[in-house]
């Protein structure tokens, strides 16, 4: 899938000649990311386009030297009421600090490594000639989908499909990769696919209180 990254999505920013550690650190994870498919160098590049284009936004954004904006967001609870909010979705404190403690680089990356990995599992699933109806109704059910937006996120509506938060993206691959090594994938897929989308099994897990088992 990352194949048709690589060829359709051009970076129209620069490639940096500095990095600091972090970047450089950032570069070679998703490097190991991108590798599945593709060869090193190609990874390599990939990579660096990533987190090229998340510099220049933080930069042009302002962001590029805040950090630890999670332990702001907690020290100062109620004046941000939105992380009460997705404590009922199972967030928890320290998943708030793993998110917004990163440095806004980082954090960038993560949200649009997995917006390109949607993106492309989408394409391919087109190119296998289901139509976009179905090929939505595919990612749903097999790959979770994530949101900032604290509104859409919130627990007003009782859709259990809507968009999870960012902030527990991390648990939530911890607890799949954990989950197939005790049952094994294939039971894993079944299990998930009893479930109207793969946010909906996730949800089912947290109000089981499995994350924590």
């Not at 048709?4 to 550690?21: A, H, P, Q, R, V």
């Not at 990533?50 to 100062?76: A, V």
Request: proline fraction near 1%.
């Amino acid at each position: 899938m990352d194949n048709f990254l690589l060829k359709n999505k051009m970076s129209i920013f620069k490639f940096f000649t500095t990095y600091t550690k972090e970047e450089k650190e950032l570069i070679d994870f998703y490097t190991q990311k991108y590798l599945q498919g593709l060869t090193f160098n190609k990874a390599k590049k990939l990579a660096t386009e990533l987190i090229d284009r998340c510099i220049s936004k933080s930069k042009m954004e302002g962001l590029y030297d805040i950090k630890n904006l999670g332990d702001l967001f907690l020290e100062n609870e109620d004046k941000y009421p939105e992380f009460k909010e997705i404590k009922k979705e199972g967030v928890q404190d320290i998943d708030i600090q793993w998110f917004w403690n990163m440095s806004d680089v980082a954090r960038k990356a993560t949200i649009e490594e997995w917006q390109d990995r949607l993106i492309s599992t989408f394409k391919c699933l087109l190119d296998q000639g289901l139509t976009k109806e179905d090929a939505t109704i595919r990612i749903r059910k097999s790959m979770p989908t994530y949101s900032l937006d604290k509104k859409n996120l919130s627990k007003e509506t009782n859709d259990v499909d809507r968009a999870l938060p960012y902030e527990i993206k991390n648990i939530i691959e911890l607890y799949i990769s954990k989950t197939a090594v005790e049952i094994g994938g294939e039971k894993l897929k079944s299990n998930i696919e009893k479930f109207s989308s793969f946010n909906a099994f996730i949800r089912d897990a947290i109000k089981k209180e499995e994350f924590s088992k």
